[in-house]
């Protein structure tokens, strides 16, 4: 299936590379996903301090993996590219009713 595919081909390289390779790893994170997750930190520690999320939600520390899961194993599931119209249903079926629980509609206190 993805052996005519050259990128997903490359992708798959470069994943099998990074999963072997620890000094690849930290790079990969220190360089393009931590910067991702310190931006998406801050945007829920400021729906957090409006208290529009709880602060001991235990979903606040799954967005990351919810949110940037999907999207990069996208293309593997359905041999198309992950589209924005992808994060906004994750973002409203999925994390914003688990970070949301428990609080009643339109409760910002």
Request: aromatic share 4%.
């Amino acid at each position: 299936m993805f052996r005519h595919d050259p990128v997903m081909r490359s992708f798959i390289g470069i994943w099998n590379a990074v999963m072997r390779d620890d000094l690849l790893m930290r790079a990969l994170r220190e360089i393009i996903i931590e910067p991702e997750m310190r931006a998406l930190r801050h945007v829920l520690q400021r729906s957090v301090e409006r208290g529009e999320i709880s602060p001991d939600n235990p979903a606040l520390n799954l967005v990351g993996q919810v949110l940037f899961g999907p999207l990069i194993i996208q293309n593997l599931f359905t041999g198309e590219r992950p589209t924005p119209e992808l994060s906004e249903d994750i973002i409203n079926a999925v994390l914003l009713p688990a970070l949301t629980a428990g609080r009643p509609a339109g409760d910002a206190t």
